[in-house]
């Protein structure tokens, strides 16, 4: 993915630091062997996919609440999308310097 691709290969996960939006970022694809995801027939792993969890700052999730029992489909693609957007801007568009100096493992 872009994202694997911009960290180095040993990131797991991290906090982001002084970020409006981003609090943590960790890839739950490389916390677990390859092996693992290998000999289980038709993993997402053997088709490429990778799972991350993108946690947001306070400031973003308050600006941003919403009833937990049922989420509106427009907060839930308005907040997927800024996410992704602070993910790709902030981390995937800078060196990799930068993005390592942004993250702290």
């Not at 427009?74 to 930068?98: H, M, W, Y």
Request: charged share 25%.
């Amino acid at each position: 993915s872009a994202l694997s691709t911009a960290l180095p290969d040993n990131f797991l996960g991290g906090f982001v630091q002084q970020h409006p939006k981003l609090s943590m970022v960790t890839c739950q694809t490389r916390k677990y062997s390859p092996e693992n995801y290998e000999k289980i027939e038709g993993s997402l792993s053997q088709e490429g996919v990778e799972v991350w969890n993108i946690l947001s700052s306070a400031t973003f999730a308050k600006k941003h609440k919403a009833p937990q029992e049922f989420l509106p489909e427009e907060v839930v693609f308005n907040v997927t999308q800024l996410l992704l957007e602070a993910i790709q801007d902030d981390i995937i568009g800078r060196s990799e310097t930068k993005s390592t100096d942004l993250l702290q493992d």
